[in-house]
């Protein structure tokens, strides 16, 4: 369910009752929230975009739209704010909030303002979030900043593909090379390797992935193509505890791994 809520001042309310006009919003503000966390938002995420008057220091903000997404997905998230351009005050200040919730327990905010000018302003905007339960309550293993370095050397068995657990008699396999930029492993059926670049945005593009050329029946077959699959299409990953996520560019988890346990 995706909610788009625009607030109207009480002197434009009161115009629509006086008048008997029907008011529509005529000005719309897109873009979309993220954050550097490599962390993957579970399924009852919420994420909540404001349009705010931020005039007054000593009032609370007005809001003039909103929207809520929800579910939220992964980041980036784009969002819509419409609303009329009668509310919108000549000589004041105006700004996005956005928040992602978990729950009903804040997880990401922004927290520097984002200004707009309402009437003039085409471009999409880009909100930037940060972590709002602070780094004593994300375990060090969720966060990668850009970084990529807890991949090379680790080793995962994969447990579902696009949700789905695997069936229990395939035994499918993810080993990251120790500093040769090598992947690879069992398919299930086959044995196989491949390329992975780290780029420094902390995004992976997974190339040249080859195998063996056994012929196995399914499931064994079919999970083993699912995995090369998902291998080309990640672009990112999150880690949280022992499970590894392989994220394709829209945000969609496309295959889970749990750690193998280090010999």
């Known amino acids: 369910m995706r909610v788009r809520s625009p607030v109207f001042s009480i002197a434009a309310f009161s115009v629509l009752l006086m008048g008997g006009a029907a008011m529509a919003d005529d000005m719309t503000i897109t873009g979309d929230i993220s954050y550097r966390e490599r962390i ?17 220091a000593d009032a609370p903000a007005q809001t003039l739209a909103q929207d809520v997404i929800d579910p939220a997905g992964q980041v980036p ?40 000018d309402p009437e003039n302003h085409d471009a999409p905007v880009s909100v930037p979030l940060v972590n709002a339960r602070g780094v004593s309550d994300t375990p060090a293993d969720e966060t990668a900043t ?18 789905e657990p695997i069936a229990e008699d395939v035994e499918s396999t993810l080993i990251f090379g120790e500093d040769d930029g090598s992947v690879g492993g069992n398919g299930g059926c086959n044995s196989y390797g491949g390329s992975i670049a780290y780029q420094e945005d902390g995004t992976i593009e ?22 090369f699959d998902a291998l080309g299409a990640a672009t990112s990953y999150a880690i949280e505890g022992e499970t590894l996520t392989l994220i ?15 010999e």
């Open 146 to 163: 850009g970084e990529t370095e807890q991949l090379p050397g680790t080793s995962w068995t994969l447990v579902a593909l696009a949700g």
């Open 77 to 116: 998230i784009g969002f819509i704010l419409n609303f009329d351009s009668d509310d919108i005050v000549a000589g004041h200040s105006y700004a996005i909030t956005a928040r992602i919730e978990v729950g009903g327990e804040l997880w990401f905010i922004n927290d520097t303002r984002v200004s707009v």
């Open 248 to 262: 394709d560019e829209g945000g969609t988890a496309l295959a889970e791994f749990a750690a193998e346990a280090s």
């Open 206 to 227: 997974i190339t040249e992935v080859f195998s063996t050329m056994m012929a196995c029946q399914d499931p064994k077959m079919s999970t083993e193509r699912e995995l």
């Open 40 to 56: 993957a938002l579970p399924d009852n995420a919420v994420a909540t975009v404001s349009l705010v008057d931020v005039s007054l």
